[in-house]
């Protein structure tokens, strides 16, 4: 029984759960939505297994969802408000940090990587050319 002065929270929780079944996985007893279609609408773990063992593989699902909950926090940590000062504090951290590198400092590193003759990616290519509209040359 919940302890709420109103139930229709939980009730419309139950119905989520208990109501449409259209998403689950087809496999008897299983908690999972469907992922994989091939005639079957089955979870990712059920397809992956032979259909002798989809009981013991639907109990090892139904676990896993138990032991999640059962780790999970009854009552989340509450995040401690910053005061003002905090705030400035950390903004002036991010703050020197941008000024240590600029936020586009990877382009400058890649250009001093490619005159320095060093092999640079396809990616790393594209990157570099898109940032400085230069096509490098390949080494």
Not at 20 to 33: F, I, M, Y
Request: glycine share 6%; hydrophobic share 35%.
């Amino acid at each position: 029984m919940s302890t709420y002065r109103s139930q229709v929270r939980d009730q419309r929780i139950a119905d989520d759960f208990l109501g449409d079944s259209s998403l689950n996985c087809s496999a008897n007893g299983c908690p999972n939505r469907w992922s994989v279609d091939a005639g079957t609408r089955l979870c990712t773990a059920h397809a992956g297994a032979q259909h002798h063992d989809w009981e013991r593989v639907s109990y090892e699902q139904r676990s896993a969802v138990t032991e999640r909950a059962m780790r999970r926090p009854a009552h989340p940590t509450p995040i401690r408000p910053m005061s003002n000062a905090e705030k400035v504090a950390t903004l002036r951290n991010l703050a020197d940090v941008f000024k240590a590198k600029p936020p586009r400092g990877w382009v400058a590193d890649l250009q001093a990587k490619k005159d320095a003759g060093a092999y640079l990616t396809h990616a790393q290519r594209t990157m570099l050319r898109d940032a400085t509209g230069i096509q490098p040359e390949l080494p």
